[in-house]
């Protein structure tokens, strides 16, 4: 007997049957939607808050702190764990930004050092937002987007410092005099404005307590777009200028507090999301403290691990539930059809052909149960969407169902082996039926 007419005669089978059958694969299509609908929220929440992240760039982020001492031995904790071993410190200086910035697969390394008692003033205006000095030749890979200006020049003059002012950080600029605090940015014509920026040292203050101010020129030369990550609520200004002011006024900037020596933090872009953890790791072994959403991600995707399996774990008692009602099926139709197999046995049907004509009709309820289950999760899927967009009204919240395709997959060939595995018992038990037995039977 060819499998073709044993797939044949199969279906014949189940087709004389055929309420009984479809009743079957009903219980088979409800376990495997369960299953699949379970799984598929556990898998959203992961995909969406994947993509979150991916929109703001931060998945080939790595950030690096200054490296935080303890003891007084010289010493750091990587990772911030005290059941960790300690690491000798280094400086997050120059040196160690050239030495992090030929490790494969980084694409650009920008230390960043933040300006919080200057103040940027333009005509009646100014704004207390602080300045974050970055790499110039970074602002492409940091994901900052110019919409307006040139941004910044090849060859800065040494003494302008250089501002790429964010949409959002517009509205920082109010006349302190006046009563009126809106939250709408003041009209200036921002990119051809005269500003100057003013560091105030409050070590050094006259008999009426007001600190001594140093001022330097600055221009605006692009306009920051707002984005997911936030760069358009900062003000950048360049490395390279702000390390020839600070070089020019150490005394003054030692004074606030400011280190010339050393940047206390920067930022790391990676090739690929999948080499973050490898550059990291690199990076602590160095001696610096660091972090990166990839460490948030690997973590969470443990926890969801467990919740898919959770999740599974309902939709699998379903599936169990299914797997009885097939095994009861094929026993039902053993007792039906006692004569008809004890007439195979005696026409010389060999035993392994009858336990797999039993076997068959199983696995074609489990696919057909599989098939309809996945339509049916398809659809709950897109319910379920529907409902949580308009629950959240756009807001993009991370909890949604996806079903992708190894799932599907997946989910057919688990509700075929479920309905095979539970046909072998009552296909042994038609194998092992006397033949004269059978045709006697009444």
């Known amino acids: 007997m060819k499998w073709s007419d044993l797939i044949r005669l199969a279906a014949t089978n189940l087709w004389r049957r055929k309420l009984r059958s479809v009743l079957t694969m009903i219980g088979v299509m409800i376990g495997t939607a369960s299953i699949v609908v379970m799984v598929s929220i556990g898998i959203g929440i992961n995909q969406g808050y994947i993509d979150s992240l991916s929109q ?49 697969h980084v694409t650009v390394v920008s230390p960043q050092q933040d300006f919080y008692n200057m103040t940027t ?41 250089e501002i790429l002012l964010g949409e959002g950080a517009k509205s920082g600029f109010r ?7 809106g939250s709408e940015a003041p009209d ?3 990119l051809n404005a005269k500003y100057t920026v003013v560091l105030s040292d409050y070590t050094d203050t006259d008999d009426q307590g007001n600190p001594k101010e140093y001022e330097f020129k600055a221009r605006v030369v692009g306009i920051v777009e707002d984005d997911n990550a936030g760069h358009g609520y900062n003000m950048y200004c360049s490395l390279d ?5 600070m070089q020019k006024n150490k005394k003054v900037f030692q004074n606030i507090g400011t280190k010339t020596d050393e940047y206390p933090s920067a930022v790391v872009k990676v090739d690929s999301f999948e ?12 001696g610096l403290s660091s972090y990166s959403m990839a460490e948030t991600i690997q973590q969470m995707q443990e926890s969801s691990k467990s919740l898919q399996l959770m999740l599974g774990g309902i939709g699998g008692v379903a ?15 053993i007792y039906e059809r006692t004569r008809e197999i004890g007439v195979m046995k005696v026409l010389g ?58 799932l599907a997959l997946g989910a057919l060939v688990f509700s075929i082996l479920v309905g095979v595995l539970a046909g072998l018992y009552p296909s042994q038990r038609a194998m092992r039926l006397s033949a004269l037995a059978a045709i006697r039977n009444e």
């Not at 960790?84 to 030495?99: N, S, Y």
């Not at 207390?128 to 941004?151: K, Q, R």
């Open 56 to 104: 703001s760039g931060e998945l080939t982020t790595i950030n690096i702190n200054s490296t935080t001492y303890y003891g007084g031995g010289g010493m750091v904790i990587i990772g911030g764990s005290s059941g960790e071993e300690p690491i000798e410190a280094i400086k997050l200086d120059d040196r160690a930004v050239r030495e992090i910035a030929v490790l494969d």
């Open 121 to 161: 003033k333009t005509g009646k205006f100014e704004s207390s937002y602080s300045l974050t000095a970055i790499n110039p030749d970074a602002v492409e890979a940091l994901g900052i987007h110019v919409v307006e200006g040139s941004g910044f020049s090849k060859n800065a003059p040494s003494d302008t410092i």
């Open 175 to 181: 006349n302190p005099r006046s009563r009126r605090w």
């Open 188 to 190: 200036i014509d921002w």
């Open 241 to 245: 200028t702000m390390k020839l002011i």
């Open 275 to 286: 080499n973050v953890l490898d550059v990291q790791d690199q990076i602590k072994s160095m």
């Open 319 to 333: 599936m169990l539930v299914a797997a009885i009602s097939i095994c009861n099926t094929m026993l039902m139709s």
């Open 349 to 406: 049907c060999k035993m392994s052909k009858i336990g797999a004509m039993f076997l068959t009709e199983a696995g074609i309820i489990g696919l057909g149960g599989g098939i309809l289950g996945l339509a049916i999760s398809y659809g709950l899927s897109a319910g379920i969407n529907a409902l949580i967009a308009i629950a959240m009204q756009g807001a993009g919240g991370s909890f949604r169902s996806v079903i992708p395709p190894y």
